[in-house]
C-alpha cells in the first residue's frame, strides 16, 4: 500500500444498528465528504448484514474512484467475541446470524476489493485507543486506558505503548462483568444503567427517556438528572480503582455517546480515583467519533509496513 500515491483506506464503525464509514486519503486524513451510515441492525439475517457490508465496501469504492483514486485498503471495527486475526464473528447475544462465518472472505471476495487487499480487523475498544494513542490524549503516556460508555461498557489498556490483547485480539482485560450491586458492571454504567439508576431516584421509569434526554436535563439544571451521571460516576470509579492501580495506569480516556456528557462525571470521577497513584490525566477522547477510524489507519499502516516506526507495539492476537 503506497501512503504517498493515491491510495485510500475505506474504515467501518461496526456498531449494533448501524454502520460507519468514511474514507481516509493517502496522507491519512479523514474525508468529511465521504462519511455514511448504513443500517445494519445486529439482530438481523445474514442475507442483511452481509448485504450492509457490501453496499458500504460498493459505495465506499465509488467515492473513492469518483475522485480518481484508487482504494488501498479496509479496516474494520468490529465488537467481540470475534477472532480478529481470521475475520470471524463469535458473538452469540448480537450478529448471530453470522456467527462463525469468514468477513475476510466474503471481503477479499467483492469486486470492488479483491484477494490482494489489506485489511484489517480490530476490536472496536481496541481500534479507538490506539487511535487516541497515535492521535488523540493519549500520545504522552506509556500506561493508558479507555473506558467506553454506550449500550454496553467497554475497556482497553496499552502498557509501556503496547496494546494489550487477549489472544484472538479482543481486550486482554475486561470490566463489564466486574461485580456490582447484585449484579454485573455493566448494569449500572451504560446506556441501561443510567435509565436504571434515574428511575430509581425518580421512583418511576419512563419508557421514553434516553440517555441524551438525561444529559439535556442535567446541563439544564435539573437535580436527579445531575445525580443520576454522578451516581454511575462512582460507581464506575470505584469498580475500576484497583484495576487502574495495578496496571499503573497514568492516563484514563472516556469514549462513546454518553462520554460526550463527561463533565457531568468528571468531579467524582477525579475524587474517587484520587488514590490511585500512577494516574495523570482523566479526560474524554480527544476523538470520541473519530478514535476508532484513527486507529484502523495505524493498524493498517503497520499491517502494511507503512510507519513501522508508529511507537506502537501490539501484543497478542499475532499483531
Given amino acids: 500500500m503506497d501512503s504517498t500515491g493515491s491510495n485510500c483506506r475505506l474504515l467501518f464503525d461496526v456498531g449494533g444498528t448501524f454502520l460507519k464509514a468514511v474514507v481516509a486519503d493517502s496522507a491519512g486524513e479523514l474525508i468529511p465528504e465521504s462519511e455514511f451510515s448504513c443500517p445494519m441492525p445486529?439482530?438481523?439475517?445474514?442475507?442483511?448484514?452481509?448485504?450492509?457490508?457490501?453496499?458500504?465496501?460498493?459505495?465506499?469504492?465509488?467515492?473513492?474512484?469518483?475522485?480518481?483514486?484508487?482504494?488501498?485498503?479496509?479496516?474494520?471495527?468490529?465488537?467481540?467475541?470475534?477472532?480478529?486475526?481470521?475475520?470471524?464473528?463469535?458473538?452469540?447475544?448480537?450478529?448471530?446470524?453470522?456467527?462463525?462465518?469468514?468477513?475476510?472472505?466474503?471481503?477479499?471476495?467483492?469486486?470492488?476489493?479483491?484477494?490482494?487487499?489489506?485489511?484489517?480487523?480490530?476490536?472496536?475498544?481496541?481500534?479507538?485507543?490506539?487511535?487516541?494513542?497515535?492521535?488523540?490524549?493519549?500520545?504522552?503516556?506509556?500506561?493508558?486506558?479507555?473506558?467506553?460508555?454506550?449500550?454496553?461498557?467497554?475497556?482497553?489498556?496499552?502498557?509501556?505503548?503496547?496494546?494489550?490483547?487477549?489472544?484472538?485480539?479482543?481486550?486482554?482485560?475486561?470490566?463489564?462483568?466486574?461485580?456490582?450491586?447484585?449484579?454485573?458492571?455493566?448494569?449500572?454504567?451504560?446506556?441501561?444503567?443510567?435509565?436504571r439508576i434515574h428511575a430509581g431516584r425518580c421512583g418511576c421509569s419512563d419508557p421514553s427517556l434516553t440517555v441524551a434526554d438525561l444529559a439535556r436535563m442535567a446541563f439544564a439544571g435539573d437535580l436527579p438528572a445531575r445525580e443520576t451521571f454522578a451516581d454511575a460516576g462512582r460507581i464506575l470509579a470505584r469498580a475500576i480503582g484497583g484495576v487502574l492501580a495495578r496496571n499503573r495506569i497514568e492516563c484514563l480516556l472516556m469514549g462513546g455517546q454518553i462520554s460526550r456528557s463527561f463533565v457531568l462525571m468528571e468531579p467524582v470521577l477525579r475524587e474517587e480515583l484520587a488514590a490511585v497513584p500512577t494516574l495523570r490525566m482523566i479526560a474524554p477522547a480527544a476523538h470520541i467519533g473519530e478514535a476508532a477510524f484513527y486507529g484502523l489507519l495505524a493498524g493498517l499502516e503497520r499491517l502494511a509496513g507503512v510507519k513501522p516506526d508508529v511507537g506502537i507495539r501490539t501484543v497478542g492476537c499475532g499483531a
Fill in 42 to 195: 445486529s439482530d438481523g439475517s445474514r442475507d442483511e448484514i452481509v448485504g450492509a457490508l457490501a453496499a458500504s465496501v460498493a459505495r465506499g469504492a465509488a467515492f473513492v474512484s469518483s475522485r480518481g483514486q484508487t482504494l488501498g485498503g479496509l479496516g474494520v471495527a468490529f465488537p467481540g467475541p470475534f477472532d480478529f486475526a481470521r475475520g470471524i464473528p463469535l458473538m452469540e447475544h448480537k450478529f448471530r446470524q453470522i456467527y462463525g462465518l469468514s468477513l475476510d472472505d466474503l471481503l477479499h471476495g467483492l469486486p470492488e476489493t479483491g484477494a490482494e487487499m489489506p485489511i484489517r480487523f480490530m476490536h472496536d475498544v481496541n481500534a479507538a485507543l490506539l487511535g487516541e494513542m497515535t492521535r488523540g490524549n493519549a500520545r504522552s503516556f506509556g500506561n493508558a486506558a479507555l473506558v467506553t460508555l454506550g449500550t454496553g461498557l467497554g475497556f482497553a489498556c496499552c502498557l509501556d505503548r503496547e496494546i494489550q490483547y487477549a489472544p484472538m485480539g479482543s481486550p486482554r482485560i475486561s470490566i463489564f462483568r466486574l461485580p456490582c450491586r447484585g449484579g454485573i458492571l455493566e448494569d449500572w454504567v451504560s446506556k441501561r444503567g443510567l435509565l
